[in-house]
């Protein structure tokens, strides 16, 4: 595990809560960096929010486990891979969604696109446990993961509705600001994400907690730009950005950060924990999620609560 850590918790408890502190400003600043960059490249090119947010945001997002994944992979670390992965999109379809509700108000999703994007959801989830019966997932396997993921970027920009490409306010006219822009501060909110998950992956490791609930520990933490992106995209008024940030991560990391791992590492082997306890908690909560935006067209408050509620039993009942 030491390879995933950076020489953080050897300074005093004190001085590692305010770096704790100074990263949280840290993912605000650089997540209203990214949504403004990003926002400026959907009204130049008039491409609808919730495309960007499924695919460009959602990768950017993804950063965090994409590097777990590739350095577990080549540190045989396989519980951390995997289990960041299930961890990060627990948290994020469940307690981050609540949260994000709780602040910035209702999040919207209309049907004609869950038909599009739910199926994905539910596939990806669905292969991981397919592919983890026999204990690993392989590289081959992998690549086929990785594969159906680039099909369905491919597919997602190919398709398009022009209906959804409405007139949007003109974007700010330095360009190059936007990838300046972009890339600070999806560099900012990576370190970050870092930081804080030394120094959480640590405490974990103190009290002599299994692989698996460290590496889903860690998603929690690596899912903090999907938070902090997705929350303040929703207050700006970008509900396409948030929600498709949330549902593209959701896909990205099981099919493409989770793959690039594996291959790298040669094959990932998956606990029985993960494959019977908490990939299908994951499943339960995402077809709990998607049916209420099918039934609704939105998540209130109220339901945002009962996400939160959700998410802090689920994982104390993991760590009792």
């Avoid at 949280?24 to 990003?38: D, N, P, R």
């Avoid at 951390?80 to 994000?100: A, P």
């Avoid at 049916?291 to 996400?307: A, D, M, N, Q």
Wanted: proline share 4%.
């Amino acid at each position: 595990m030491k390879e995933l850590l950076l020489p953080l918790t050897t300074l005093p408890v004190l001085l590692q809560i305010i770096i704790m502190g100074l990263t949280i400003l840290g993912l605000w600043w650089g997540s209203e960096k990214v949504v403004w960059a990003v926002k400026n490249f959907a009204r130049h090119f008039n491409i609808p929010e919730l495309l960007v947010g499924l695919t460009i945001v959602s990768i950017g997002s993804s950063f965090p486990e994409i590097f777990i994944n590739i350095t577990a992979g080549l540190n045989d670390i396989d519980d951390i891979g995997v289990g960041n992965i299930v961890g990060s999109c627990l948290v994020q379809i469940s307690f981050i969604i609540g949260i994000c509700v709780l602040i910035g108000g209702p999040m919207r999703e209309k049907r004609v696109k869950l038909k599009r994007d739910a199926p994905m959801l539910i596939g990806a989830i669905t292969l991981i446990f397919i592919w983890g019966l026999d204990g690993e997932i392989s590289p081959g396997e992998a690549l086929i993961s990785m594969g159906i993921y680039l099909s369905y970027i491919i597919y997602l920009f190919r398709t398009a509705d022009r209906k959804e490409k409405k007139k949007l306010k003109k974007p700010h006219p330095h360009k190059l600001l936007w990838f300046l822009a972009f890339f600070v501060g999806g560099v900012t909110i990576w370190f970050s994400a870092q930081v804080l998950l030394t120094i959480g992956l640590e405490f974990g490791q103190s009290f002599g907690i299994s692989d698996s609930i460290i590496g889903m520990m860690s998603g929690m933490g690596t899912a903090i730009p999907e938070l902090s992106i997705s929350l303040m995209a929703l207050l700006r008024k970008s509900n396409g950005i948030s929600v498709g940030n949330l549902l593209g991560s959701n896909i990205t990391d099981p099919l493409f950060s989770l793959s690039i791992g594996a291959i790298v590492g040669g094959g990932f082997t998956v606990s029985n924990f993960l494959l019977y306890t908490a990939i299908p908690l994951w499943l339960l909560v995402t077809v709990i999620v998607l049916s209420i935006f099918w039934t609704y067209e939105k998540i209130i408050r109220s339901v945002g609560v009962g996400l939160i509620l959700f998410y802090v039993g689920a994982f104390w009942w993991f760590l009792s």
